[in-house]
């Protein structure tokens, strides 16, 4: 097993070296080895995404991965800007498919802003099309018109074959979990949405013990508000799934405990939290590293086939909340505020305890 480990900017390598307490413990014979991306490939070799790190990439089995961008970005041009360095990434090792489940711990049920009973018991997992969309299609730029204003282009486009295999990817998760899938587009406005909900319903067809429902966008971002329990596998495109998982992840209470897994054809696949690099909090050691955990859990599961390691790691996880501790993001009266460093090495603990 060959890990590649990516922590990136801000808060990334943080997090990612308490996952990486994690990783040493579980799995003890697996080779990582490290490389800059983001802002951190910036400033080693003076690109987002140096060579080297692709090639890492490549010849990886799994990417542990922690986050990319920095504070004032916007002036830069596109291809240096940190951001970019993950997005090539993405599109490199075609990873089109991003799990990014929103599950309600118990114990942190207090720490969202919704309502108990709307949330008590959510378990739901976004899956977003990661390599196609506004994100990646063309033309894109800023034009100067012959009148001398400035004109902004994104195009939004999908394929079939890039339709039909997200929405492959989101039936088999369904089967592994409730059995339903709901599809979320703009048909009602967008022909490349009328074109992917057509997709869907077609492949849905290979899937009959798979229920298949569809929403328009802004309905979806309501009934995720008010009624989320309702959702199992929720399958979009790239910008719809960007925006509502960050919506999904509030559900939970933080966006510090979310992880995810973006995978292509085979089993190699990128782990990360959904969280961003938070530079505000940077090198405080008060960021939450268990989305990064949570991620390196769903990378046993994922990329290794490792279900048993993957569920301790969980269980571990559960089992810290339970005991009280509690980083900034998800800290309420009664409980234990610990740092990143200290949280990490109760999930380790917790480990010995679980597996003893
Ligand atoms: C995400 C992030 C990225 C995205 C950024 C950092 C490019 O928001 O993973 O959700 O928009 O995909
Ligand atoms: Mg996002």
């Known amino acids: 097993m060959k890990i590649a480990v990516m922590p990136g900017d801000g808060i990334g390598p943080e997090v990612v070296s308490q996952a990486l307490k994690v990783l040493r413990y579980v799995l003890p014979q697996a ?3 490290e490389a800059p991306i983001g802002l ?3 400033v080693a070799r003076g690109v987002p995404l140096p060579p080297e790190t692709l090639a890492l990439a490549r ?3 799994a990417i542990l991965f922690g986050s990319v961008g920095g504070a004032d970005e916007a002036s830069l041009p596109r291809n240096e800007r940190p951001g970019t360095g993950l997005l090539q990434l993405r599109e490199e090792l075609t990873l089109f498919a991003n799990f990014r489940p929103a599950f ?3 114990e942190l049920i207090g720490a969202s802003t919704l309502k108990p009973e709307i949330v008590d018991g959510l378990d ?4 977003r099309e990661l390599t196609g969309d506004v994100y990646f299609g063309k033309p894109r730029g800023i034009e100067t018109l012959p009148s001398g204003e400035r004109v902004g282009i994104n195009t939004m486009r999908y394929t079939e074959s890039e339709i039909e295999r997200v929405a492959h990817a989101a039936f088999r998760a369904a089967r592994r979990r409730r059995k339903k899938v709901c599809s979320v587009d703009k048909a009602n406005v967008l022909e490349t949405m009328q074109l992917w909900r057509e997709v869907v319903t077609r492949v849905g067809r290979d899937y009959p013990d798979v229920e298949l429902s569809h929403l328009f966008i802004d309905a979806a971002a309501m009934t995720l508000m008010r009624a989320p329990k309702q959702f199992d596998v929720i399958v979009t495109g790239n910008i ?3 925006i ?5 992840a509030m559900l939970t209470g933080s966006i510090g405990m979310l992880p995810s897994a973006s995978l292509g054809v085979d089993r190699k696949g990128l782990y990360e939290p959904v969280h961003g690099s938070a530079p505000d909090i940077a090198g405080k050691d008060i960021a939450n590293p268990l989305a990064a955990i949570l991620s390196f859990a769903m990378m046993l599961r994922d990329s290794f086939d490792l279900e048993d390691k993957a569920k301790l790691v969980e269980k571990a996880v559960r089992s810290v909340l339970a005991d009280g501790y509690r980083t900034g993001d998800i800290y309420e009266e009664g409980t234990r505020r610990v740092g990143t460093e ?4 109760a999930v380790v603990q917790a480990l010995r305890r679980l597996s003893n």
Do not use: H, K, Q, Y
Not at 124 to 127: E, G, S
Not at 244 to 248: G, M, N, Q
């Open 31 to 33: 080779e990582t080895e």
């Open 40 to 42: 951190a490939g910036i």
């Open 59 to 61: 010849r990886s089995d």
């Open 104 to 106: 309600m711990f118990p």
């Open 124 to 127: 739901l997992v976004i899956l």
């Open 240 to 242: 719809f799934g960007d």
């Open 244 to 248: 509502l998982s960050d919506a999904a």
């Open 342 to 345: 200290e949280m990490g090495d």
